[in-house]
């Protein structure tokens, strides 16, 4: 089984309307980051939490929200879906000490028509 | 904040040949530097990384990289390329804060020719 598990891996929906995207690890991680991954730019960070106390924005988070339900679990909110949104979308996990690498989910396949 | 900027958005090099791909970072100290890639349809992996010491690293794959502080930069590396090396590669830097979390460059697209 992977280490970082993203549900649903694709996923068709229309605008204006809420969807949500899970991610769960089994690594032990406290870190928990998503990202979105679009042509030319990159991965550019959400949100990200250090713990489930802990939940910080990144730089894109307008129209998005998270949720930290356990160390084991992040996921994320589209309230109302919009074209723009239209993405890859990446789960990852980090360990407490800054000088470890991130671990990515498959990813997941979001688009809004 | 720190940030990462790949200049080359794609690169095509013959199957065989050597590879560099560049990445140059910004950020006020010396942050911690990683390089991933990504095979179409998955997701990212990393190859190596970066945080202090020997400024040659050696990662996965053949692959390696050289840290240049006076440059700002941590290109990655290949002397002979393979076809599976196809994919898209990812530069990130992490701060040495706790608030400075990861950051990723654009990427480098790599096309390998026959």
């Known amino acids: 089984d992977a280490d970082v598990t993203q549900t649903p891996r694709n996923r068709i929906t229309k605008t204006g309307k809420r969807i949500m995207l899970e991610c769960s690890q089994t690594?032990?991680?406290?870190?928990m980051y998503w990202y979105r991954q679009d042509p030319g730019l990159g991965l550019r960070l959400i949100y990200y939490?250090?713990?489930?106390?802990?939940?910080n924005k990144g730089e894109i988070s307008d129209g998005y929200s998270v949720s930290r339900q356990a160390q084991a679990k992040f996921s994320l909110s589209l309230e109302s879906a919009i074209p723009n949104q239209t993405a890859l979308y990446f789960c990852?996990?980090?360990?407490?000490?800054?000088?470890?690498?991130?671990?990515f989910g498959q990813g997941t396949r979001l688009t809004v028509v | 904040a720190q940030s990462v900027t790949q200049p080359d958005i794609h690169i095509t090099v013959s199957e065989g040949a050597s590879l560099e791909l560049r990445c140059n970072y910004s950020?006020?100290?010396?942050?911690?530097l990683f390089w991933y890639v990504q095979s179409p349809g998955q997701g990212l992996q990393l190859l190596l990384k970066?945080?202090?010491?020997?400024?040659l690293v050696q990662g996965i794959k053949g692959f390696e990289a050289e840290f240049k502080r006076s440059q700002s930069s941590f290109n990655l590396r290949k002397p002979s390329v393979h076809w599976s090396d196809a994919a898209e590669y990812f530069c990130?830097?992490?701060?040495?804060?706790?608030?400075?979390?990861?950051?990723f460059g654009a990427g480098t697209r790599l096309t390998v020719k026959p």
């Open positions: 990852a996990t980090r360990g407490g000490d800054l000088n470890t690498e991130a671990f």
């Open positions: 690594k032990g991680h406290d870190r």
């Open positions: 939490s250090f713990d489930v106390k802990d939940i």
């Open positions: 950020y006020g100290a010396t942050p911690y």
């Open positions: 970066y945080f202090s010491g020997d400024t």
């Open positions: 990130a830097v992490g701060g040495i804060r706790r608030n400075n979390d990861m950051r």
